[in-house]
Structure formats: C-alpha cells, structure tokens
C-alpha cells in the first residue's frame, strides 16, 4: 500500500502558557479511498451472499451469511459490491482537568 498518499490534517487543540499543542489526524473518507484504490487489498474484502447451513438449518456464521446481505446485494447493481467495515472511537482527554476531550475514529475492514 503506498503510505505516503495517506494525508494528515493539523489542528490546534489547546494553548497552555504560550505554547500550542496539536493533533495531527486522516479524513475518513481520504482512508477509505487509499485503502479501496489497492486491487491487492480489495480483492480480500468482497463478499458476495452465502446460504450457509448446518444440519439442514439456516446457519448465520459471517455477516454475508445474513438475510439482510442477502436483501442488500439485490438491491444494488451486479457490478457493485457491498463492503463490510467497522467504525470505532475512542475519547482522548485534552487536558489535565478532564473537562476537554476529542473522540478519534478508527476504521477496520472487516475480513
């Protein structure tokens, strides 16, 4: 994956005794788009719906073994494909009295 076009973003977050201290951050979408234009990651991450069974009873083992993929998947054109990925944050306290925070956004795609 070519790093390097993975942009940072500065912000000032606070100024304490004339100093000024930052956080440096990626725009989601920016992520996503670096992470999908890699054919060799991509590949890894499309899904298409599976009927799974055990027993001769419906199993839900992956998320594209759901009903609602199933539904989602007819819903879109064939040459599109739905992308699982998770979105998490995290609360980051700014300063020493807990009173200011930011919340960072992580992003995972889902194997």
């Known amino acids: ?5 993975l942009s940072y973003s500065k912000h000032c977050i606070l100024v304490y005794n004339n100093r000024e201290y930052f956080i ?3 725009p989601i ?3 996503i788009e ?17 009927n799974k069974k055990h027993q001769e009873e419906k ?4 998320q594209n073994s759901g009903n609602w993929w199933k539904y989602a998947e007819a819903s879109i ?7 699982f990925f998770i979105l998490y944050s995290n609360v980051i306290t ?5 009173k200011s925070s930011l919340y960072s956004i992580y992003i995972s795609l889902a194997l």
């Not at 890699?38 to 499309?46: A, G, S, T």
Request: with cysteine.
């Open 1 to 5: 994956m070519n790093i390097s076009q």
């Open 24 to 26: 440096n951050y990626r």
């Open 29 to 31: 979408k920016n992520c």
């Open 34 to 50: 670096i992470l999908l234009s890699n054919p060799k990651i991509l590949q890894h991450f499309i899904f298409k719906y599976e």
């Open 59 to 62: 199993s839900y083992a992956e």
């Open 77 to 83: 054109s064939s040459s599109a494909c739905i992308l």
């Open 94 to 98: 700014t300063d020493t009295l807990g």
